[in-house]
């Protein structure tokens, strides 16, 4: 077909609408045509407008008018403000559209602002029944459980037994740290916030008991048909709580941390090991959830003690190492001395057990647990930096250490602490030597008789440290002389400090101890009787408290005084030993001596008055209830007969 015979056609759809459905009899239903307002927004979904601005508008409309344009047709204006008021036109065109729009989107009533529907996706039906499905199987889920709710509130209500689930639960949320993870109640048992570094576990579950009203309402009928049959009243039962904590295995169970002093035995490698998870569930039997959870708290404190006990066991360097078996920790105190240390955690309950045994030392258990929650607060607590930019941690001594110029020895002892065990054990040896002394000072004071031996402990002592004043009287005479000592006891030692001045450091053996008192007896006995002769006018010519004569003394030496009455004619020589007994033995002598004779060799008479010999005088058989009473009779006598 030639160019100039061409005819232009325009191919447009037919206007058939598409068909929605057919039914079974063949009948066809044609989707209804889209209205205007629809063609319209389908039409302008297809505009792209962030790429079409006024300007590129204008700029395609100035390239068409320039290509239609033809040159030589080119009139230039001849109004010199032509440009201006073209300007001003389209300026004044835009304003004008432009309020049409607001006027349009603000009253609502010209047109009416549609988003662009987008073309639905393809939906089977099949996956909408299944997610109906599903839909409507959750919200009957949650409705049941809200009916499962309501009866078992209902059921608690009308049991009295049955304590309310939130009160309880706001109780527990009193006394110990809760928190909702998910659709569970979580705590915690652990001291991490009060500064514990132990790395077990302390979690336990809180839950609803959800049977305990059916379980006591079955109790109830059996109890009621067992008291028809026997005839006998049931008592009413108890209230039984709503919530259930649940434990780890781990913690159940009671524990406590035993500490024994004893002496070395043949049984040094023994240790009872309990496994953790068999028997029944002590705490299940204690009824109450407080209960429950102070016994799981008390086993996780425990536990965190002795781990820190036997990790410090293993890496101090002990001139006797110590050693750590199973649940038990063994060190030396003192030679022959052992404290043992064990943990103790009993998950069943048995009455035929034998209980705890009367050795153990509640003192040492309660410092152990000060010493651990010590600890615990030094962690928490660090001192505060003086000044405030100054680094946190080091203590206010070591602070001033620079200030003050301290020296190396003193940097190194601001160095050193003492760990939780070598506390523990420092305390130990302390009492053992606090009781050592007591039993010391107690045989003596029951075994001497005279003098009298009376101990005065200080009521403020320190873990490692006591004191004692040991007075030695005579009955009666106390007014004349009293001999004091004062022993502080250590760790391992003991300090003496006698009335003189004198000090005197004693090892840990108690028969130095009991040498020195029966040394500060007899030094007592002597100056007493020297403080009685003066009162009674006799003459103190020589006193010893080392008398270097007659056999050798096993304790100490002897001590001697020699005394002359007022007329010099009589003369007592005192004579005491450092025995267990206390040995006393008293001579006297007179002049003029009745078997003088003169002779060529000494003719004067008066070398008759030199006294004669001494006799010794059966001091048993004097009258008297003490040493000095019966000297005190003895110089009485001795000066009538002179007179």
Not at 316 to 337: D, E, F, M, S
Not at 623 to 635: I, W
Request: net charge neutral; with cysteine; aromatic share 6%.
């Amino acid at each position: 077909m030639s160019l100039t015979g061409s005819v232009n056609v325009s191919v447009e759809t037919t206007c058939e609408n598409q068909i929605q459905e057919i039914t079974y009899d063949g009948t066809e239903i044609y989707q209804p045509p889209p209205t205007l307002s629809e063609t319209l927004a389908r039409c302008a979904a297809k505009i792209d407008f962030s790429k079409t601005s006024l300007d590129d508008l204008k700029k395609e409309d100035k390239s068409v008018d320039d290509d239609t344009k033809d040159p030589s047709l080119f009139q230039p204006s001849l109004w010199p403000w032509d440009s201006v008021r073209t300007k001003l036109n389209d300026a004044f065109t835009e304003v004008c559209v432009l309020s049409d729009v607001i006027s349009i989107a603000k009253d609502k009533r010209y047109l009416v602002l549609d988003p662009v529907p987008e073309d639905p996706d393809e939906v089977k039906p099949i996956v909408q029944v299944y997610s109906r499905k599903k839909a409507l199987g959750q919200a009957a889920q949650v409705l049941l459980s809200g009916a499962e709710r309501l009866r078992n509130s209902h059921s608690e209500q009308r049991n009295r037994n049955v304590t309310d689930f939130h009160i309880e639960l706001l109780r527990l949320r009193q006394n110990w740290r809760l928190k909702k993870v998910s659709n569970a109640i979580i705590g915690d048992l652990s001291y991490r916030t009060a500064g514990s570094k132990f790395g077990m576990s302390g979690t336990f579950e809180v839950t609803k008991a959800e049977e305990i009203a059916d379980d006591d309402a079955t109790g109830m009928g059996s109890n009621a048909g067992s008291s028809g049959n026997n005839g006998m009243p049931t008592q009413s039962p108890k209230t039984t709580s709503s919530l259930r904590v649940i434990v780890p295995a781990e913690l159940q169970g009671v524990a406590y941390i035993k500490v024994i002093t004893q002496k070395d035995q043949e049984d040094l490698c023994t240790a009872n090991v309990n496994l953790m998870g068999h028997g029944p569930n002590i705490t299940q039997q204690a009824g109450v959830w407080q209960k429950t959870l102070e016994f799981a708290q008390n086993v996780l404190f425990c536990k965190e003690l002795f781990s820190q006990l036997a990790r410090e066991a293993i890496q101090l360097q002990a001139p006797i190492p110590h050693v750590v078996i199973g649940n038990q920790i063994r060190a030396t105190l003192l030679p022959g001395i052992q404290l043992i240390i064990s943990l103790c955690h009993s998950t069943t309950f048995d009455s035929s057990q034998p209980g705890p045994i009367n050795d153990h030392d509640h003192v040492l258990e309660h410092s152990l647990h000060q010493l651990l929650r010590e600890v615990h607060h030094k962690n928490s607590h660090h001192p505060f930096p003086h000044p405030t930019s100054g680094p946190l941690g080091p203590s206010k001594k070591r602070m001033l250490a620079g200030p003050k110029a301290a020296d190396r020895q003193s940097l190194l002892e601001m160095t050193k602490s003492q760990t939780i065990l070598e506390q523990i054990i420092a305390q130990a040896q302390h009492i053992f030597m606090r009781k050592r002394t007591q039993y010391v000072l107690d045989t003596l004071a029951r075994d001497v008789k005279d003098p009298q031996i009376v101990s005065h402990w200080n009521a403020m002592n320190s873990p490692t440290m006591s004191c004692v004043k040991i007075n030695i009287v005579t009955h009666g005479y106390d007014t004349i002389n009293r001999t004091s000592l004062v022993i502080h006891v250590k760790e391992r030692s003991l300090k003496c400090i006698c009335r003189d001045g004198r000090v005197m450091h004693l090892s840990y053996e108690p028969q130095e101890l009991r040498d020195l008192i029966l040394c500060q007896i007899n030094s007592h006995q002597i100056s007493c009787l020297l403080n009685l002769a003066r009162c009674m006018a006799w003459t103190v010519l020589s006193n010893s408290n080392n008398l270097g004569i007659g056999k050798v003394e096993p304790l100490g030496n002897a001590s001697s005084c020699l005394l002359a009455s007022p007329n010099g004619d009589r003369m007592i020589a005192v004579q005491i030993r450092c025995d267990p007994q206390i040995d006393v033995k008293v001579y006297i002598a007179r002049s003029p001596r009745p078997d003088f004779i003169p002779n060529p060799l000494v003719p004067e008479k008066f070398w008759e008055n030199l006294g004669g010999h001494f006799k010794e005088v059966r001091f048993d058989k004097i009258e008297g209830k003490s040493f000095l009473n019966k000297m005190e009779f003895l110089m009485a006598a001795l000066t009538s007969n002179s007179v």
